[in-house]
């Protein structure tokens, strides 16, 4: 048992819940901050409405304290005692006459400009005096001589504005706190709620044997959950077909090796019975023959395998001139054609007939097409490999001059293991299944045909480069 001091340290897994409720929490501490800063500019909103209120409230009763005495050139001491009651944040006053100048005044307030006309509404400026901020409201009252007119201004200090905005937002902030968090817990437990949903898909994988691979139930699944079920349906079904694929292969590999390894132990048997040489080299002989035919169907099955591979990474496609990998086979295999004395040529251009696919897989399908026309030619036949460009496709054909198949049974050729009645040459049936597998991965075609001296024409027809990617 491995020492837990030594087990790797897995990264903590994301948490839905948690991720969603700091989805939610940031948004929501954000509002909180906006909502104060609102708060407060509402709240210096109202107050400066209804303290502009009291202001003008102040001019007018200082226009009628003036009224009341007998004169507009002094203010009684109880008016100035009235207006300077407040120590902590007095109000100023201005008393102006057009021709007498200040008549009365705690402050040099400036004029307002425009200045106020007679019987029209007190006017409001924001000022500074002497470095303070104030608000100013100004009024014109009619003097004892009809070409004058005294100007009223009564001004205060912004402080107690201010003071009852920030109260105003310090006694409603935490009730807004108070909301966030209430709201915060009730999300807390409605998406654990929520969360919840996904117990019947849990449990739902979690009761499926090893070998049930069949879709997902979507009628317990929801909506968002969807295309997570069906990326793992896709991958149920890549799963089962790559253990239709194995167990396929093992049926295969069992048929095509069970016949050569029963020959083999019949000849050893044949061999220990009768000691004799002649007996023996004979039974060598057939050894030898058996175990290359097993060996033969053995590759041709692993390169099946690899052909019905549903994993593509292995090799990527890439652009392929197939006039240049035809004719450097054909050249390869001259030799084997010469000792099997057979005739084998190439037809075409020498390059220029470019496709994208797999190289390797390419040639693996001209190893199939060439070595089943050799082996049916027959002494003194003829094979000729042939690369043709056409308009959007480029044609591989591979023909021979052997008996030919019989047209009935051409829609047959492909299938794996299918050898067409009367054949009198050894062959596993799978050349050609392999050959329809490659052209299937590569978007192409298979096509047959009568050869010119009457034996069998394999035509493949390959995309043209960048047309299997536009398809």
Do not use: K
Not at 16 to 35: D, E, F, N
Not at 127 to 133: K, W
Not at 288 to 300: D, F, H, I, K, V
Not at 376 to 381: D, F, L, N
């Amino acid at each position: 048992m491995p020492d837990p001091a030594t087990r790797p340290a897995w990264p903590r897994p994301p948490s839905l819940r948690r991720r969603l409720l700091t989805i939610l929490a940031v948004p929501m501490v954000l509002a909180w901050l906006g909502s104060g800063v609102l708060i407060y500019v509402l709240a210096l909103h109202y107050a400066n409405v209804n303290y502009d209120r009291s202001l003008v409230d102040s001019a007018r009763a200082l226009e009628r304290m003036i009224r009341s005495e007998s004169g507009h050139q002094e203010l009684s001491p109880q008016v100035r005692i009235l207006m300077e009651y407040d120590s902590a944040d007095p109000s100023y006053y201005a008393v102006r006459s057009h021709r007498h100048g200040v008549l009365a005044s705690n402050l040099d307030l400036p004029l307002p400009t425009p200045l106020p006309t007679v019987g029209a509404r007190p006017r409001l400026d924001s000022i500074a005096v002497g470095g303070r901020r104030l608000r100013m409201a100004s009024l014109a009252i009619a003097a004892d001589d009809p070409a004058d007119a005294v100007i009223i201004s009564v001004a205060e200090t912004l402080r107690e504005r201010h003071a009852l905005a920030r109260e105003i937002l310090v006694g409603t902030l935490p009730i807004v706190l108070l909301l966030i968090a209430f709201v915060l817990v009730l999300v807390w437990f409605g998406v654990s709620r929520g969360l919840r949903l996904l117990d019947p898909l849990t449990e739902q994988i979690a009761q499926r044997r090893a070998h049930d691979l069949s879709a997902l139930d979507p009628s317990v699944v929801p909506v968002e959950i969807l295309p997570l079920t069906r990326t793992i349906d896709a991958l149920f079904t890549r799963l089962r077909d790559l253990l239709d694929l194995q167990e396929r292969f093992i049926a295969d590999a069992a048929h095509q090796l069970r016949t050569p390894l029963a020959g083999l132990r019949l000849q050893a048997e044949r061999a220990l019975a009768d000691p004799r040489p002649d007996s023996v080299r004979d039974a060598l002989v057939h050894v030898e023959r058996l175990s290359a035919g097993a060996g033969r169907a053995a590759g041709q099955l692993l390169a099946l395998a690899r052909a019905q591979s549903l994993d593509e990474t292995g090799h990527p496609a890439i652009t392929v001139d197939l006039a240049r990998l035809a004719r450097d086979y054909v050249a390869e295999r001259v030799p084997d054609a010469l000792a099997q004395r057979v005739d084998l040529g190439y037809e075409g251009p020498t390059s220029g007939a470019e496709i994208d696919g797999d190289a390797v897989m390419l040639r693996e399908a001209l190893v199939n097409l060439v070595d089943n026309a050799l082996n049916y030619a027959g002494e003194h036949g003829s094979v000729t490999v042939a690369v043709t460009p056409e308009m959007r496709t480029v044609a591989l054909s591979v023909e021979d001059s052997g008996p030919g198949v019989a047209e009935e049974w051409w829609s047959r050729l492909g299938e794996r293991f299918f050898r067409p009645p009367g054949s009198r040459r050894e062959g596993s049936g799978l050349g050609l299944a392999i050959v329809r597998r490659i052209a299937d991965r590569h978007r192409a075609s298979v096509g047959f045909d009568r050869g010119r001296d009457g034996g069998l024409r394999v035509t493949v027809r390959f995309p043209c480069r960048g047309e299997a990617a536009s398809a």
